[in-house]
């Protein structure tokens, strides 16, 4: 399927409203309520699982620029990076997370501007692409999030 720059924007701007509508009605104690997750895995607090998407849509805004990875991040698998993630997140106070959530979706709106149009329409891709501005984003927001929250979804 062929994407356009409006569509992709769109999503992503919707996704970035869900998710941004949700953690400003955050209460203190809410960043510390541990998600769902995997045995083995690191235990993710609320804070976690936003750390987590926004780091991805950083690493998405990245590839589109055609940067590399940090060189921290270079070599490791999708489980390292997010240990990693967690690692470098999880002490952190929430509005650190808050601010650094505002600033990549605002570093992803300017990515999707500065690319031509043609670079979005000049191959197939698959029809989520590129997932981790919405898809990803809107998996983690209700299995994660909103369910250490206790909302239906």
């Known amino acids: 399927m062929r994407h356009t720059r409006g569509g ?5 701007r919707r996704e970035f409203e869900q998710l941004d509508r949700l953690v400003t ?11 769902p997750r995997p045995e083995g895995k ?24 055609g940067e590399r990875r940090p060189l921290e991040l270079r070599g490791l698998d999708v489980n390292d990076s997010n240990h990693l993630i967690y690692r470098r997140w999880h002490d952190r106070r929430p509005g650190e997370v808050v601010q650094w959530h505002r600033a990549v979706h605002a570093d992803v709106v300017r990515t999707l501007a ?21 898809g990803h984003s809107a998996h983690h927001r209700l299995k994660d999030i909103e369910a250490a929250l206790g909302r239906a979804h």
């Open 8 to 12: 992709v924007a769109r999503r992503a």
């Open 25 to 35: 009605g955050l209460h203190p104690a809410d960043w510390n309520r541990l998600v």
């Open 114 to 134: 500065e690319k031509p149009a043609e670079w979005f329409t000049r191959r197939d891709r698959g029809p989520s692409w590129p997932g981790d501005l919405d």
């Open 42 to 65: 690191d235990p993710w607090t609320v804070k976690d699982a936003l750390a987590h998407i926004i780091y991805w849509k950083e690493h998405t805004a990245r590839v589109i620029r």
